[in-house]
């Protein structure tokens, strides 16, 4: 039998960031891990669609490039398999950290470990005992089981990134954050894509003028059929797809569904916890922790939320709670969500769906932005949302040229509580796309009732004197 202080499962985002926060504390740490090790943004998720969306938007550009008077450009082509060996290499440099810090070794062994009680565990005939458990096993992609017998036909995100070349035609089933941005991708490239999405809002956008903005851009790279139930039938070297009266054929289909969580086969029914109808076991949203267990739930396991960089955190909170038992709740940083296709679309603070009844909206649309216009990218929309008695910004939605930085400095701002006042004394340069921005807070001010009684610029009692700094 092996005694360790923390026994962390999982050796993706969650789980090593656990790892090297448990290490500040002790060394008594072990790590155990079933199946590929290192992250899932690094191997098959945020990391090699950037390097996808990064060739394809800058092909994509040749035709602006043309349009302003740069000849040539013509003449360039796509070879898709160079492409997809491009974006493996890259793909093998980011995971090489994260795998080799994880390796098995004294601390760290393969298999697939079993709760024998909160404070024991089974994993390849041994027996660990352990004063915490952190699960943070991750997620598999969903494919349903019909669609299994289609073979490699139907890829996923997690086998999308090995295929050699993924053809002329291309179904994306949901265009979420990955169905947008790889068929966005593939479309640019050259493929002709079909975008088939069971609701109307596309991105994970709840706002439906930000998703209708964010269609229309993916519209000008593939055919979009919103609101419609998909079949899958065999067609030879093909599948047909059918969606109410559309019935295409295709030589692959990227099913982007969604994932489910990893939690099958580790004897969570032994702890007493309940379980939801998705298997995930209850759990204080503040500590991870599962009711009053020596066991916590981090990463995109427990669904709440589903990106690398809260996965990291959610680690960091997982280690820190289970090592120091009654410590000071550590709080969460402002919700932030990006989609890297073009416009950017993204979903800061508090989302549509998640808005108080008593809110303003500020507008502003990108179609006559200054600097948007300079590079062709004059397209889509923003939408910051405000209380509407303090003016304090809650959230806001966009899907805009530059909204990965733009939806930063959101975060940044709804992270320190300002109100649109103190927003708007900030500095805007020009010409920049940041003063789309400033168009949406001025909009939501007007909302707000008498203007302010001084122009939009800080009081000498309320700022740093730059000149005497």
Same mark, same amino acid.
């Given at each position: 039998?092996?005694?360790?202080?923390?026994?962390?499962?999982?050796?993706?985002?969650?789980?090593?960031?656990?790892?090297?926060?448990?290490?500040?504390?002790?060394?008594?740490?072990?790590?155990?891990?079933?199946?590929?090790?290192?992250?899932?943004?690094?191997?098959?998720?945020?990391?090699?669609?950037?390097?996808?969306?990064?060739?394809?938007?800058?092909?994509?550009?040749?035709?602006?490039?043309?349009?302003?008077?740069?000849?040539?450009?013509?003449?360039?082509?796509?070879?898709?398999?160079?492409?997809?060996?491009?974006?493996?290499?890259?793909?093998?440099?980011?995971?090489?950290?994260?795998?080799?810090?994880?390796?098995?070794?004294?601390?760290?062994?393969?298999?697939?470990?079993?709760?024998?009680?909160?404070?024991?565990?089974?994993?390849?005939?041994?027996?660990?005992?352990?004063?915490?458990?952190?699960?943070?096993?991750?997620?598999?992609?969903?494919?349903?089981?019909?669609?299994?017998?289609?073979?490699?036909?139907?890829?996923?995100?997690?086998?999308? *990134?090995?295929?050699?070349?993924?053809?002329?035609?291309?179904?994306?089933?949901?265009?979420?954050?990955?169905?947008?941005?790889?068929?966005?991708?593939?479309?640019?490239?050259?493929?002709?894509?079909?975008?088939?999405?069971?609701?109307?809002?596309?991105?994970?956008?709840?706002?439906?003028?930000?998703?209708? #903005?964010? #269609?229309?851009?993916?519209?000008?790279?593939?055919?979009?059929?919103?609101?419609?139930?998909?079949?899958?039938?065999? #067609?030879?070297?093909?599948?047909?797809?059918?969606?109410?009266?559309?019935?295409?054929?295709?030589?692959?289909?990227?099913?982007?569904?969604?994932?489910?969580?990893?939690?099958?086969?580790?004897?969570?029914?032994?702890?007493?916890?309940?379980?939801?109808?998705?298997?995930?076991?209850?759990?204080?949203?503040?500590?991870?922790?599962?009711?009053?267990?020596?066991?916590?739930?981090?990463?995109?396991?427990?669904?709440?939320?589903?990106?690398?960089?809260?996965?990291?955190?959610?680690?960091?909170?997982?280690?820190?709670?289970?090592?120091?038992?009654?410590?000071?709740?550590?709080?969460?940083?402002?919700?932030?969500?990006?989609?890297?296709?073009?416009?950017?679309?993204?979903?800061?603070?508090?989302?549509?769906?998640?808005?108080?009844?008593?809110?303003?909206?500020?507008?502003?649309?990108?179609?006559?932005?200054?600097?948007?216009?300079?590079?062709?990218?004059?397209?889509?929309?923003?939408?910051?949302?405000?209380?509407?008695?303090?003016?304090?910004?809650?959230?806001?939605?966009?899907?805009?040229?530059?909204?990965?930085?733009?939806?930063?400095?959101?975060?940044?701002?709804?992270?320190?509580?300002?109100?649109?006042?103190?927003?708007?004394?900030?500095? *805007?340069?020009?010409?920049?796309?940041?003063?789309?921005?400033?168009? #949406?807070?001025?909009?939501?001010?007007?909302?707000?009732?008498?203007?302010?009684?001084?122009?939009?610029?800080?009081?000498?009692?309320?700022?740093?004197?730059?000149?005497?700094?």
């Amino acid at each position: 039998m092996r005694k360790v202080k923390l026994v962390v499962i999982g050796a993706g985002t969650a789980g090593l960031t656990a790892l090297t926060e448990a290490k500040r504390v002790t060394e008594d740490v072990l790590l155990i891990n079933d199946g590929p090790y290192g992250t899932t943004c690094a191997r098959v998720g945020c990391m090699p669609s950037k390097a996808l969306l990064a060739v394809a938007h800058g092909y994509h550009a040749r035709r602006f490039l043309g349009r302003a008077g740069v000849t040539g450009t013509d003449q360039m082509a796509v070879d898709l398999p160079a492409v997809m060996r491009h974006v493996r290499e890259l793909r093998d440099q980011f995971t090489a950290g994260p795998i080799r810090a994880s390796q098995p070794g004294e601390h760290s062994i393969a298999g697939r470990p079993r709760f024998v009680d909160a404070n024991t565990l089974e994993v390849g005939g041994e027996t660990i005992r352990t004063e915490a458990t952190i699960i943070a096993t991750g997620t598999r992609p969903v494919i349903p089981q019909p669609w299994q017998a289609l073979g490699d036909r139907v890829v996923s995100s997690d086998t999308f *990134f090995e295929l050699q070349d993924p053809g002329q035609r291309v179904a994306v089933i949901g265009l979420g954050a990955i169905g947008a941005e790889l068929g966005q991708a593939l479309g640019q490239l050259g493929v002709e894509v079909h975008g088939f999405n069971r609701g109307e809002q596309v991105g994970g956008l709840g706002d439906p003028e930000i998703s209708a #903005a964010l #269609a229309e851009g993916l519209a000008e790279h593939m055919q979009l059929h919103l609101g419609a139930e998909v079949e899958l039938e065999d #067609a030879g070297q093909r599948v047909r797809v059918k969606a109410g009266n559309t019935t295409v054929e295709v030589d692959r289909v990227l099913a982007a569904l969604g994932r489910r969580p990893n939690l099958e086969g580790l004897g969570l029914e032994t702890l007493g916890a309940a379980l939801d109808d998705r298997g995930i076991p209850e759990f204080d949203a503040a500590t991870l922790r599962l009711g009053e267990l020596p066991v916590f739930i981090a990463g995109d396991v427990n669904n709440v939320r589903p990106l690398m960089h809260e996965a990291a955190d959610e680690g960091r909170i997982a280690a820190y709670n289970a090592l120091h038992p009654g410590a000071e709740c550590l709080a969460r940083r402002a919700p932030l969500a990006i989609v890297f296709t073009a416009p950017n679309a993204a979903r800061v603070g508090l989302g549509w769906r998640e808005l108080p009844a008593d809110v303003i909206i500020g507008s502003a649309d990108f179609r006559k932005q200054s600097r948007a216009v300079m590079t062709e990218e004059n397209r889509g929309r923003l939408h910051v949302y405000a209380e509407a008695d303090s003016g304090r910004l809650l959230g806001a939605e966009m899907a805009v040229p530059e909204g990965e930085h733009l939806a930063h400095l959101l975060a940044w701002a709804i992270q320190q509580k300002l109100d649109l006042d103190q927003l708007l004394q900030m500095p *805007f340069y020009h010409p920049v796309v940041e003063e789309g921005l400033r168009t #949406a807070l001025q909009s939501a001010r007007k909302q707000l009732g008498p203007r302010r009684e001084s122009p939009d610029l800080p009081l000498c009692r309320e700022a740093i004197d730059w000149a005497l700094g």
